[in-house]
């Protein structure tokens, strides 16, 4: 329950708020204190109440990529809620980071402009995209974004961070990595190709319109890429536990051919072992596809947290499931796969707490 609530400059911040409901998880135990910044100078305040108080900050988006402890967080919860689009050039989209991200991608297909129209579907806010390079069915992010607007927290000023700056590679950019918890992103900028064709490189993409004829239109390849979604569990519908999850939990581990060849040898001669090059001599391997060998998969786990029975790296909250048995289950996988294929997967959420 909420406790009371401080204001600073007339900006709110409340006590004791539960997170659970602000995440797609639904589980977390409360922030000790909770404020949302609808500008950039709320962004500054409550940078300043944070500072007041010592307490660690944590900006929050749409929570879909997180785990939250059950004993909550001992900091200040600020929830990125700036909105607003502008549109300074042709393609060119300035988008505050609180807007939701698949909104956006609604509006781009609408107005006919490519770079987009893969990443339908995905949960969260802009301000998430740059942060773990959001990826799917053969976009990325960091194929689009121009920059980011960020608060530095070191500096407590405002700067653009041009795109090539942002050390942007699978799941990684600055601001997960070097940077982690340095900067607020409060906008980010995407160049799109007014008029430009949809990609359609990822297979099951390219299955869904075999013998469709021409190419599919941009709002053709978003709806697409929904439905995929939706039939794997990847969209979020309200009210169904099979898709209450953070997403993938594990990324797709990239290894060396040592480590190729122990995985060969720890399944029957021929099997065919999903994978992608990744470059140097490495290769992208199917996190999927490792758990389900290592008997992880759809519908694992008789508990309250478990594999979505639509999709192998959902770990779904089937009711009431708390932090620590979705880390139970996740630290079982991570033995399991690792035991029989001596490779380590790394989680995909962020842990806050
Ligand atoms: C059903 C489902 C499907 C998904 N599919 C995909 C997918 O296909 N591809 C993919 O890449 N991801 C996917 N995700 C993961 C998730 O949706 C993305 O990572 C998303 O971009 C997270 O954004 P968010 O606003 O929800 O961030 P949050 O979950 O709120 O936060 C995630 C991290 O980003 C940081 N952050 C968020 N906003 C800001 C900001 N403004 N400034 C600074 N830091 C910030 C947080 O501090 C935290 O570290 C999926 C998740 C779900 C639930």
Request: glycine share 14%.
């Amino acid at each position: 329950m909420t406790k009371r609530a401080d204001t600073l400059d007339g900006m709110k911040f409340l006590e004791e708020v539960p997170l659970a409901p602000y995440t797609t998880l639904g589980i977390g135990g409360p922030a000790k204190w909770f404020a949302e910044a609808a500008s950039e100078a709320d962004v500054l305040e409550a940078v300043e109440f944070a500072g007041q108080r010592e307490l660690s900050l944590f900006a929050l988006g749409g929570g879909s990529n997180l785990l939250v402890a059950d004993v909550g967080f001992a900091g200040l919860v600020l929830k990125i809620g700036l909105t607003g689009i502008e549109r300074p050039s042709a393609g060119v989209f300035r988008v505050a980071a609180g807007e939701g991200w698949d909104d956006f991608v609604s509006l781009a297909v609408a107005e006919n402009c490519a770079g987009v129209e893969c990443l339908a579907g995905i949960p969260g806010t802009v301000g998430g995209t740059p942060v773990q390079n959001v990826g799917a069915y053969g976009q990325e992010v960091s194929e689009t974004i121009l920059g980011v607007r960020a608060l530095d927290l070191r500096t407590r000023e405002f700067v653009e961070i041009a795109a090539d700056a942002c050390g942007f590679a699978y799941r990684q950019s600055v601001f997960n990595a070097t940077e982690r918890g340095r900067f607020l992103v409060t906008r980010v900028d995407y160049g799109l190709r007014p008029g430009g064709s949809p990609t359609l490189q990822y297979a099951d993409l390219k299955r869904y319109f075999q013998g469709s004829g021409g190419v599919p239109s941009l709002a053709e390849v978003a709806a697409a890429v929904r439905a995929i979604r939706r039939s794997k569990g990847m969209f979020l519908v309200a009210g169904d536990p099979d898709c209450a999850s953070a997403g993938s939990f594990f990324k797709n581990p990239v290894v060396d051919g040592a480590a190729l060849a122990a995985i060969a040898a720890a399944v029957p001669e021929g099997t065919a072992i999903p994978q992608y090059p990744a470059g140097d001599g490495k290769v992208k391997l199917a996190a999927a596809w490792l758990l389900e060998q290592a008997g992880f998969g759809k519908g694992y786990g008789d508990g309250r947290a478990g594999i979505s029975t639509r999709h192998t790296l959902a770990l779904v909250n089937r009711g009431g499931a708390s932090a620590e048995e979705i880390l139970e289950l996740s630290e079982r996988i991570v033995a399991g796969v690792e035991g029989k294929f001596g490779v380590r997967l790394d989680r995909e959420p962020v842990w806050v707490g």
